[in-house]
């Protein structure tokens, strides 16, 4: 297994496809697919330290792009989701997710809540580029976050 998972990850770390698969992991796990693409970057950053910036940069323009999908497929669902009625926690999340606005979408770097709030923002119609701005500095601050911990605060946790 461990020699599997080695070999997976000198397979992402290639200079050829190394930040491409960085992208398109990002982007798909922003969708709502069940799928986190910490593990990429991680392991890219790991064989090739030089690319801590534009790993970081890449998987947070690719999360940020696939949580603008998000918006889209949630605004493009308005009318379907329309027909049906809510429950009253659905309805309070509502009113809270207009209350707040835009910088509701900072929380779309959470783990299971985090990508159906980038299409229900879409749903409730809120303003996509502001979304957007609010998107990318949350899902930066994560993948910042998540990353400088793995190198820098737990730096054995995931030696080979």
Not at 41 to 68: D, E, H, Q
Not at 124 to 141: H, N, Q, R, S, T
């Amino acid at each position: 297994m461990q020699a599997w998972l080695e070999q997976l990850l000198i397979l992402l770390a290639l200079p050829k496809f190394g930040l491409s698969t960085v992208f398109v992991v990002s982007f798909i796990s922003a969708t709502l697919l069940p799928m986190g693409s910490e593990p990429a970057v991680f392991g890219l950053v790991k064989l090739s330290p030089a690319l801590f910036w534009p790993a970081i940069l890449v998987a947070t323009v690719g999360n940020t792009l696939g949580g603008a999908l998000s918006w889209a497929m949630g605004l493009a669902s308005h009318q379907v989701l329309d027909k049906y009625s809510h429950s009253q926690h659905h309805i309070r999340a509502l009113d809270w997710l207009e209350r707040i606005g835009p910088k509701a979408c900072l929380l779309s770097w959470l783990p299971i809540v985090g990508d159906p709030l980038c299409a229900v923002a879409g749903w409730l119609k809120l303003p996509f580029w502001p979304c957007i701005v609010y998107m990318a500095i949350g899902k930066f601050a994560r993948y910042m976050t998540m990353t400088a911990a793995l190198l820098w605060v737990f730096p054995g946790i995931l030696e080979f």
